[in-house]
Structure formats: structure tokens, C-alpha cells
């Protein structure tokens, strides 16, 4: 996880894997600093940069080892299916959402 001087991005929401709680064209507010000072849980909403350098937004599903966690899209028919990922590709987040 990088440390950015801003607080605060955007994530412009691409797909549907995240619907019903965002959908495609929806825009999410990122919380850089969420984990600075706290750990990722279970059910939190974060984006993150995955292994092909894109930028996903996925709900954790499961924590491993604290550092390592299971993410999945909400619509589960229709979301990436990801490894785990390593909290230092947690970007941030997501503590709001509008269109």
C-alpha cells in the first residue's frame, strides 16, 4: 500500500460485480489512509491494484494470516476471481459511493 499526501480518490466503478451495492458508472470515494492505523476486516469494500495493474474494487471475504485476504465481488456470477492479495495492494477504502 503506497502512502499518498491525499487522503481521499475516486474509483470509477467498471462492471458488475459489485451490484447491487455499486454499479457500473457509479463512483467510489477511497479512504487512502484507512488502513494506516488499522487492519482490513472482513466485509470492508476496498479497491486495490491487482497482479495485471489494474485497479479493483472487491468486498473481503476472509482474512489470512493478517496480511493475505480473500476478495470477491458481491455478484458472485459475475466478479474476477482473484487469489489472495497482499495488503500492500490495498490502495484503500471505499466510504462512499455516488453517480
Known amino acids: 500500500m503506497a502512502f499518498s499526501l491525499l ?6 466503478v ?3 460485480s459489485m451490484q447491487p ?3 457500473e458508472g457509479d463512483r467510489a470515494v477511497v479512504f487512502r489512509w484507512a488502513y494506516l492505523f ?7 469494500v476496498v479497491v486495490f491494484e491487482y497482479n495485471d495493474g489494474k485497479e479493483y474494487v472487491k468486498r473481503i471475504a ?3 494470516n493478517k496480511t ?3 476478495v470477491e465481488g458481491d455478484n458472485r ?11 500492500e495492494q490495498i490502495i484503500g477504502k471505499v466510504v462512499a ?3
Open 7 to 12: 487522503p481521499f480518490s475516486t474509483h470509477v
Open 14 to 16: 467498471k462492471g458488475h
Open 21 to 23: 451495492f455499486l454499479d
Open 38 to 44: 488499522s487492519k482490513p476486516k472482513k466485509g470492508d
Open 62 to 64: 476472509a482474512v489470512v
Open 68 to 70: 493475505e485476504f480473500v
Open 77 to 87: 456470477s459475475d466478479s474476477l476471481k482473484t487469489p489472495k492479495i497482499a495488503k
Open 97 to 99: 459511493k455516488y453517480s
